[in-house]
């Protein structure tokens, strides 16, 4: 009977310890670690896009369309002789419409006349005398413009400055993990790119220019128009997978 109690118990003894190495190797066995990493560098822009529009009205669509297409030119004309060539002039948008009045006293709609609308888009690497061409597109013919908007001209070099930032963000914040664990950081397993951003700058301009006003001496004394622009942040975005 002792005997068999002796064996009983260091059965038990050896179960124990085997557990207890399993419980040991399991809590030794690697890991993994999933973060993200988003890197943003900050640049100033480098194209600047002027959006100016013409709006005319006529008795006939065919004229109205004329009219406008003559103060195109012109502002054409003008952009070419500060420089700009023609392929960084892009008309974006045109239309042509009828217009009508009511009468009061009968009650019907009447045609009154057409009116034709075409939106310039003007790009120039001059950023800091964006004014000055939206100025000479005024000048020139042009009854409005909706804004300017900045960009880059080529943001793929910053986005890859970004994208090294976001590379380190992961690994810094892999690396505070793995030590608050009390694990050294093991080697990545996995990367993936999430996302690219670059953002652009608008100035929103509330230009309704009468044509009166564009018919102004052109040796009268007139300030030029000053626009302000922000840094252009391009972002990337990754997750990446350590082992530790």
């Known amino acids: 009977m002792k005997n068999w109690k002796r064996k009983m118990l260091a059965l ?3 179960s124990v310890m085997v557990l207890g190495m399993s419980v040991t190797a399991l809590a030794a066995e690697p890991g993994t670690i999933t973060v993200n990493g988003q890197g943003i560098v900050s640049v100033a822009p480098d194209l600047a896009t002027i959006h ?3 709006e005319k009205t006529a008795s006939t669509a065919a004229q109205a369309q004329k009219d406008v297409n003559t103060k195109v030119d012109s502002i054409r004309t003008a952009m070419k002789a500060l420089g700009v060539a023609e392929e960084d002039m892009t008309t974006s948008y045109v239309s042509v419409y009828a ?3 009511y009468d009061d006293n009968t009650g019907e709609r009447k045609l009154s006349g057409y009116e034709a609308y075409t939106s310039l888009s003007v790009s120039t690497n001059d950023v800091d005398n964006a004014g000055k061409y939206v100025d000479a597109a005024l000048k020139a013919g042009a009854t409005g413009t909706d804004g300017v908007s900045f960009s880059l001209e080529t943001p793929e070099q910053y986005y890859n400055q970004a994208l090294q930032e976001a590379v380190k963000t992961a690994q810094s914040s892999a690396q505070a993990i793995a030590q ?3 694990r050294n950081l093991g080697q990545v397993l996995s990367v993936t790119e999430n996302s690219r951003n670059s953002s652009t700058t608008y100035k929103q301009m509330n230009y309704a220019v009468a044509e009166e006003a564009m018919a102004m001496d052109s040796t009268a004394a007139r300030g030029e128009t000053e626009i302000s622009y922000e840094d252009i942040e391009v972002s990337a975005n990754i997750t990446a997978v350590y082992q530790f």
């Open 99 to 101: 217009t009508y009045r």
């Open 52 to 54: 100016v529009t013409v």
């Open 180 to 182: 608050a664990y009390g």
């Open 12 to 14: 038990a003894a050896a």
